[in-house]
């Protein structure tokens, strides 16, 4: 699969833009659309993706999977989460963990993000357009951000965005053929390693309620679960919020 590369200056989205393209003719799978500015990047449930220009990682990544459309599409989740956190820990040398669903963490900080948008024929699942957003070289980010951390800011280096992007690429398409291949097993594994959280007592919070839960597994499907004091819960995403103050 060829790596291609569209740079834009400034776009609204990535995503956007990635789907815009899909619905007027289509686009290669393996197709990259990186933007040095984004006007209205988007994380997940709708939240705003926050960059300044030229400092970080603003991509989408199109796919299609076709082949795995009978798996659950949350092992794309996975294999995605995966391998950003491989290539990031390898860019780095640090630890870096997978927030459930699909944020990079690092130390208690976000580091990074991961939105897919799907779109389906039927039960043919024709594009997944993988949005990441990676702080890299960002110092200074805005107040209401609550726990945000760049790559630099970790390591003391400032990094080239390309050979950042080159690295993530590898990895996460290097676990998309495994995905394809079947090996579903070893990136479940993979991905509980590097869970955030996981098998640790911590606060959570479910409609204004916090409690305290131990995160055990998440399963194939993206349900969360936990331990807690009033026994095993099954939480799928949006039901909580992680208490990090």
């Not at 870096?96 to 948008?117: M, Q, R, V």
């Not at 194939?220 to 009033?230: E, K, N, R, S, Y």
Request: charged share 20%; proline share 4%.
């Amino acid at each position: 699969m060829e790596f291609v590369l569209i740079r834009l200056d400034e776009v609204d989205s990535t995503n956007n833009y990635a789907m815009a393209r899909i619905q007027h003719g289509g686009l290669p799978e393996g197709t990259v659309i990186q933007a040095m500015q984004q006007h209205a990047g988007r994380g997940q449930r709708n939240h705003a993706w926050i960059s300044e220009p030229g400092k970080n990682l603003l991509v989408s990544l199109v796919l299609k999977p076709a082949v795995i459309s009978h798996q659950p599409p949350f092992l794309l989740s996975m294999a995605v989460s995966a391998g950003l956190r491989e290539a990031v820990a390898s860019i780095c040398q640090q630890d870096f963990y997978i927030k459930w669903t699909n944020d990079l963490y690092w130390d208690d900080k976000k580091a990074g993000g991961i939105l897919i948008e799907n779109t389906w024929k039927g039960q043919y699942w024709q594009y997944a357009v993988v949005g990441i957003g990676l702080n890299v070289n960002q110092q200074q980010f805005p107040e209401e951000l609550p726990n945000p951390v760049s790559l630099s800011q970790i390591t003391g280096r400032e990094y080239e965005l390309l050979d950042v992007l080159k690295q993530v690429y590898e990895q996460i398409m290097k676990r998309y053929r495994d995905l394809q291949g079947g090996k579903t097993r070893q990136l479940i594994e993979e991905y509980h390693r590097w869970l955030y959280r996981k098998d640790v007592e911590a606060w959570y919070e479910n409609e204004g309620q916090r409690f305290r839960g131990i995160i055990r597994e998440v399963l194939p499907d993206g349900h969360l679960i936990m331990d807690t004091p009033a026994g095993r819960k099954s939480w799928a995403f949006g039901q909580i919020a992680f208490v990090l103050d």
